[in-house]
């Protein structure tokens, strides 16, 4: 019998099912769903500094995003070239095979990476570039033949995207307590905040380059020949803005030198002009083994990540015969066409646009305009670094995140400010091209959602 493959009449096509605008199916990333859905936090487009809701109110955007719109909203540059893009090459794959564009964005990031950091592995997410770096360290140690440095170590507090690499290695909490059992072979080094120490500072504290010495405590657990990699945010920037002491990325390195580890950087955050720099290991004059990028490459208009590699570790992995594949690992859409078109675009607006350079000159009065907030009610700590910042509240007894929450809706309802919370923590993080008439604004914004939610 054949099958009937004309198509129904409309009125045949049951349409019961759907409902337009049903915010129920949709089960949100890191999200309170039910208490969204109660009063939703919608926007519908964006331009420059502004989201715009659904009905056409001005959002200002204090957190680039989700710390990806590093140069503003739907800048024209990177639209035009995603449309272009598409209408040329809407999927090649980089297995085997590849296109132009997949390596002119590898060389143009290579040549922003400090040292011989000069070799591009793409992936989509910073949870994908973490778990890459993670997967190469291990790959790498193997080739070498240090097989038995599986060891992974990262940081309280740090957090390096949600694959079961990264949230073993990561140390917040609540990403890991609900997945059970994760990767065996991690340990942590402390976090490097100190409240009473570190309170209200201004960029880098000069308390805490000594936590850095407890790798040193657990190479002498471990033993230096089990352990393949470190792990670490030069700024903790989901854990609510926890800049890198004064010396203790350094001293990370010497140490990790020292016994052969590999050191990584993760700066799926930082990276970009966030700190005033392409990447915070030029801020810091740290040359690491490995850098995750993600976020800003491409503005956050399409989804790209990657992992920038030392020449010696690649150079490690091309050895033997040449038509046999040197690294089992990869993403479908690792160096998408659309991602390379709006990665090389936007870095074209960094550079013309003098972005990260108007970063490290705006840092300074940013700081200053944030600390003003120091005497609001229940203020507990501010903290400043680059063009980011947090402020620490008081929370409500019993309901630890409660008034963080408020202040998120009473931000986006009340003041039309976006921005992000993290239990207590309110974090903000612009994009670079905020005026200062804007900063100005934005932290009378934020002095209000204070006041109001004390």
């Not at 999927?91 to 095979?97: E, L």
């Not at 934005?442 to 959602?449: D, F, N, P, S, W």
């Amino acid at each position: 019998m054949a099958l009937d493959l004309a198509r129904p009449d409309a009125a045949d096509i049951p349409t019961t099912d759907f409902v337009p605008n049903d915010l129920e199916s949709f089960w949100m990333p890191f999200t309170a769903n039910r208490a969204f859905k109660k009063r939703p936090r919608l926007v519908a487009r964006a331009r420059d500094m502004h989201y715009y809701t659904p009905e056409g109110r001005a959002i200002l955007d204090g957190c680039a995003g989700l710390w990806c719109s590093n140069p503003g909203h739907n800048r024209a540059p990177i639209v035009e070239a995603i449309r272009a893009a598409a209408t040329e090459l809407d999927y090649a794959p980089t297995f085997q095979y590849g296109h132009p564009a997949a390596f002119a964005v590898a060389s143009r990031i290579a040549a922003l990476a400090p040292a011989d950091l000069d070799h591009v592995f793409f992936c989509n997410s910073g949870s994908e570039a973490c778990d890459t770096a993670l997967k190469i360290a291990l790959a790498y140690q193997n080739v070498t033949g240090n097989g038995a440095r599986t060891r992974l170590i990262g940081r309280e507090r740090g957090y390096h995207g949600v694959g079961f690499g990264g949230i073993s290695v990561g140390g917040m909490v609540a990403n890991r307590r609900s997945f059970g059992t994760l990767l065996a072979g991690t340990d942590h080094l402390p976090a490097t905040y100190d409240r009473k120490h570190q309170a209200f500072t201004k960029g880098e504290p000069e308390y805490g380059a000594h936590f850095a010495d407890e790798l040193e405590r657990l190479v002498a657990l471990h033993d230096a020949s089990t352990i393949a990699a470190v792990i670490v945010e030069p700024m903790g920037g989901s854990a609510g803005v926890l800049p890198a002491p004064k010396g203790y990325l350094q001293k990370l390195r010497e140490i990790c030198t020292k016994y052969g580890i590999l050191l990584i950087f993760d700066e799926v955050i930082t990276g970009f002009g966030r700190l005033g720099h392409a990447f915070a290991a030029e801020r810091y004059g740290v040359v690491p083994d490995m850098i995750t990028f993600a976020k800003g490459v491409t503005a956050g208009a399409v989804p790209m990540g990657g992992v920038i590699v030392r020449k010696g570790i690649y150079d490690a992995f091309m050895k033997g015969p040449e038509h046999v594949i040197e690294l089992f690992h990869g993403y479908t859409y690792s160096a998408h066409p659309l991602a390379c078109a709006a990665a090389i675009a936007t870095l074209d607006l960094y550079r013309d646009e003098g972005l990260f350079a108007r970063a490290k000159a705006l840092e300074p009065m940013w700081a200053d305009a944030v600390m003003t907030l120091r005497d609001k009610p229940g203020v507990l700590d501010i903290r400043t670094v680059g063009i980011t910042a947090a402020v620490d509240l008081v929370g409500r007894d019993g309901l630890p995140g409660q008034r963080g929450y408020a202040a998120l809706e009473t931000a986006f309802h009340d003041e039309g400010l976006m921005m992000r919370t993290s239990g207590d923590t309110v974090v903000v993080t612009p994009p670079l091209i905020i005026s200062e008439a804007q900063v100005g604004e934005l932290v009378e914004k934020l002095g209000r959602v204070i006041d109001a939610t004390a």
